[in-house]
């Protein structure tokens, strides 16, 4: 039997340095791959991860606000702002004065935003589902749990109320 236990799964009681370190440079490579064909697309457009960020979470709640954006995404109302600009003016994003708020900018998705964030998900998508079928059902929900425990407190709590269906 390997020094790592059965089929290489660690005494979850205590995990060595060593055993760290090897779940950190997994979790680099593993980001690496999951990055990667998104990554070509969006080049090959002239965007980077911060547009793919975007679009994924507008697509995620359309008609959400840039304050909601700036919360979930965490970044600076300038940085976002440049990214909105290209994806409007591109017409991939449309941005619409609120009802209720004036001084409020809602974000929706137009038919060429929805068709990039289609072609950006479906290859993570594609990726993920392979790692699953390949690791198994059990994984699946522990790699979930492991995740949602290294978030921190606020990105964990919005994550969960999209999760579940919220905005």
């Not at 490579?29 to 990554?39: K, L």
């Not at 900018?105 to 137009?110: C, N």
Request: net charge positive; aromatic share 6%.
């Amino acid at each position: 039997m390997p020094a790592d236990g059965p089929a290489g799964g660690e005494n979850l009681l205590f995990l060595t340095d060593e055993q760290l370190r090897k779940g950190i440079e997994a979790m680099f490579f593993a980001y690496r791959g999951f990055t990667a064909d998104p990554d070509r697309i969006l080049e090959a457009k002239g965007y980077g991860r911060a547009h793919h960020r975007a679009v994924h979470f507008i697509h995620r709640s359309p008609g959400t606000t840039v304050n909601n954006l700036l919360s979930i995404l965490g970044v600076t109302k300038q940085s976002l702002n440049r990214v909105l600009r290209t994806l409007i003016e591109d017409g991939l994003v449309e941005s619409k004065v609120g009802i209720r708020d004036k001084r409020e900018r809602h974000l929706t998705l137009t038919e060429s935003g929805l068709a990039l964030e289609q072609q950006l998900s479906d290859a993570q998508r594609a990726r993920m589902r392979d790692a699953y079928r390949k690791a198994g059902p059990d994984a699946v929900v522990g790699f979930r749990q492991v995740l949602e425990a290294m978030m921190d407190p606020e990105p964990r709590r919005r994550y969960m109320a999209l999760r579940d269906g919220g905005q």
